[in-house]
């Protein structure tokens, strides 16, 4: 021990480092039952093509002191995919061995199988009434049209986004994406074409497909129930954003700029033009000016 250091750090503990993170995978490998995989802010890039699940460390979890500590005797961590938790890393500053030491609780939107929409009948999904009332519902002018103003919708999509708490980067990124990959038309008059909608959803009726959720999620809107209303198509997709594709939301929500954002977006979602970050950013420029 070296005398001569006034505050003395031969000790684990002397040194430690505080974390809070989200769990990223539940289920761990044999060998690590209890451990979970949690991406760490500040530590861990949020974007998983920089940092991939892969490389994230499995993390310990603490249990109470009413569980027997001993393999095959009391029980293990329940923490699932999604979870906020905190803890320390074990090795201090190098901060590889993370401890779970609790989760806290959060506020998140359910998943469609969580409680989005209920599965009624072999043939028929019912969604959930409380599920729309989280939406900032608009009405447009040239509602009904299916080719309105470029301009026009632009400037009504970027509102839409904005008002249900989309910053001005994500609003104008998902505006950019949905011009790039329709220009905003709600349908096309020829019943035979491939694709519907404004961000293209394949023009199949079956259930489960994504047109066919469009159609069951207009349904809840009457007498205003048809689906070719670019306000309902709007809605319908943050309702998407925010369950069946809520993962994409939360990585397309981590991004700090207009083409990372749009990079997610085609990719992962709407499958739109190269050209959605131009579009995005002319988007965010005309609010500005």
Do not use: C
């Amino acid at each position: 021990m070296n005398v001569l250091r006034p505050i003395q750090k031969e000790f684990y503990g002397d040194d430690y480092r505080w974390f809070f993170g989200t769990v990223v995978n539940a289920v761990p490998p044999s060998g690590l039952e209890g451990r979970v995989k949690v991406r760490i802010y500040g530590v861990h890039n949020p974007l998983t093509n920089e940092i991939p699940e892969k490389d994230l460390p499995w993390a310990q979890v603490l249990l109470p002191t009413t569980e027997g500590g001993s393999s095959g005797i009391g029980r293990i961590p329940q923490l699932v995919t999604g979870a906020f938790v905190f803890g320390i890393f074990l090795d201090g500053i190098s901060s590889q061995i993370p401890l779970v030491l609790g989760s806290l609780p959060r506020v998140e939107f359910p998943t469609s199988i969580q409680s989005g929409r209920e599965l009624s009948s072999p043939d028929k999904f019912q969604y959930d009434q409380s599920r729309l009332q989280n939406v900032v519902a608009q009405t447009f002018k040239d509602d009904k049209e299916a080719k309105a103003s470029i301009g026009l919708r632009r400037q009504q999509a970027m509102k839409f986004f904005i008002d249900n708490g989309y910053d001005l980067i994500h609003a104008a990124s998902l505006t950019g994406a949905i011009e790039a990959s329709s220009g905003f038309q709600t349908y096309n008059t020829d019943i035979n074409s491939e694709t519907v909608g404004i961000i293209n959803w394949k023009n199949r009726a079956e259930t489960g497909s994504r047109f066919n959720e469009l159609l069951k999620f207009a349904a809840q809107y009457s007498p205003n129930s048809d689906w070719r209303l670019f306000s309902i198509q709007l809605q319908f997709v943050l309702f998407e954003l925010r369950n069946r594709f809520n993962l994409v939301n939360s990585k397309f929500l981590f991004t700090t700029d207009i083409k990372s954002a749009s990079e997610i977006l085609n990719r992962d979602y709407i499958k739109g033009s190269n050209r959605s970050d131009q579009l995005a950013q002319r988007a965010y420029e005309e609010v500005l000016s």
